[in-house]
């Protein structure tokens, strides 16, 4: 029987405490990873790691706000004593907003959603660079098909997640001559927190914005991390999930079209069922 390919391995996870982070950890601890954990809410993160160490996974829980560059820097520091360095970095953190960029009173909202999904990417790959080259390790990226196509209503986190894909193209060409592989993920719309934490354009809770999305054909938390970690195990350059692939393409071959598909495809048919929940909408087109 062939050992699993994350069998000892030390894995960094942010935004573990929920969604695909806690999936991914779950997955990662039935295979005998060493984990750390890091996340803002403290009871989860725990809670989490003694699931995982039930599992029989070694498994560190490490609060961190991943918008502060200086607890990202703690973060790696933390991981790579405990296990002696870092063979895998999940960068996973997340947040959205759902609002028109006209509506928006200031940019404080867009800026928070750049620093969590942009930034915190940014900080945490820095700090664990030299580790990752010692170890010829795997850096993943957990970006969202909202990287490669925009929708309306999410500029901030569009302009976010098409940093993320930039950037881990950029770094991986940085890292290949030294033995470190970047897999950068795109999921469609999958079953998670983050839909029902969305903001509006005040930066407050929507969770009727978030839960407009959500349809039968979703992909749940559970089956994202399966795919995310079997691309990571084989050092895969880019995994786009659901439509991904024909909607890239169709976006370099007809822009027009595609965005006007976009539109009448998922936008209105959300800004319907927005309306059925809550009984009006952020902005219409």
Not at 192 to 205: A, K, S
Not at 240 to 262: E, I, R, S, Y
Request: charged share 20%; hydrophobic share 45%; with cysteine.
């Amino acid at each position: 029987m062939r050992e699993p390919p994350f069998k000892g391995k030390s894995v960094v996870i942010t935004g573990a405490s929920s969604g695909i982070g806690r999936e991914l950890a779950l997955q990662l601890a039935r295979q005998g990873a060493r984990l750390v954990l890091a996340a803002r809410r403290s009871d989860r993160l725990e809670a989490l790691a003694g699931e995982c160490q039930a599992l029989g996974a070694q498994a560190l829980a490490t609060t961190t706000d991943v918008t502060i560059e200086n607890e990202c820097a703690k973060l790696i520091a933390r991981a790579a004593d405990a296990f002696g360095g870092i063979d895998m970095l999940i960068n996973n953190a997340g947040t959205a907003q759902f609002a028109g960029l006209a509506d928006l009173p200031d940019l404080n909202s867009f800026r928070r959603v750049m620093d969590v999904n942009l930034y915190g990417t940014v900080y945490c790959t820095f700090y664990a660079l030299p580790h990752l080259t010692r170890s010829h390790g795997r850096l993943v990226n957990i970006a969202s098909l909202g990287g490669f196509l925009a929708v309306p209503g999410s500029s901030s986190y569009a302009a976010s997640k098409f940093g993320v894909v930039g950037f881990s193209d950029a770094v991986r060409m940085e890292l290949a001559s030294k033995g470190v592989s970047v897999t950068l993920i795109g999921p469609y719309w999958v079953v998670t927190e983050l839909n029902q934490h969305t903001v509006d354009q005040f930066g407050l809770p929507d969770p009727a914005a978030g839960q407009a999305v959500y349809t039968k054909r979703m992909m749940t938390a559970e089956r994202c991390a399966e795919i995310t970690l079997r691309a990571a195990a084989r050092r895969r350059r880019q995994v786009l999930m659901g439509p991904g692939l024909p909607a890239a393409v169709a976006k370099l071959l007809v822009p027009g079209f595609t965005d006007k598909a976009t539109i009448a495809i998922f936008l209105r048919p959300a800004l319907e069922r927005m309306r059925k929940l809550r009984g009006d909408v952020p902005f219409d087109i």
